[in-house]
């Protein structure tokens, strides 16, 4: 690791790591404490490097558990679907098969999709309510018959 030291190399300052670059020039990071060497020079160091190289490579490749990608597609096209997504959620990150912020994100979802459906819902009875009444003005005599029924319930 060690190259000659050219005429140019100053002499290391106290503290200072004692090693010579390939370029000649001197290493500028201060050496360990009772060591000549910084800690990337210092060839006793190079375990607990590759400790701190593999510890990085671990946070890096920590990833949030989710379910398979052969898990199939959420369905929810009802309030009811949205109560089974959510009940099997909570079975999932219980189980550990999902980590929580995918379950908390699930949650959010599943509540924007269950306003959707019900602003949904509402436009479509008042539009059967504006057609109804369209009719009743166009023909006061006809004896039309409202139907005011929550087509939830007539399931
Ligand atoms: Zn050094």
Redesign the pocket.
């Known amino acids: 690791m060690d190259q000659p030291p050219d005429e140019k190399t100053p002499l290391p300052q106290p503290g200072q ?1 004692t ?1 010579i670059k390939p370029d000649g020039s001197r ?1 500028r ?1 201060n ?1 360990r404490t009772g060591r000549d ?2 800690f ?2 210092d060839p006793d160091s190079a375990a607990e490097r590759e400790a701190a190289r593999s510890d990085g490579g671990k946070e890096r490749s920590r990833r949030l558990t989710v379910l398979s990608v052969d898990a199939p597609d959420v369905r929810v096209g009802s309030a009811a679907d949205i109560t089974t997504l959510l009940t099997e959620t909570m079975s999932h990150v219980r189980r550990g098969q999902i980590a929580v912020p995918v379950a908390n994100s699930v949650g959010y979802l599943a509540g924007i999709t269950l306003k959707a459906l019900q602003r949904d819902d509402l436009e479509q009875r008042v539009a059967r309510l504006e057609s109804v009444l369209a009719r009743q003005q166009a023909n006061p005599e006809a004896d039309s018959e409202i139907e005011f029924v929550n087509p939830e319930k007539r399931r």
């Open positions: 790591c090693c290493c990071a050496a060497y910084c990337i020079h």
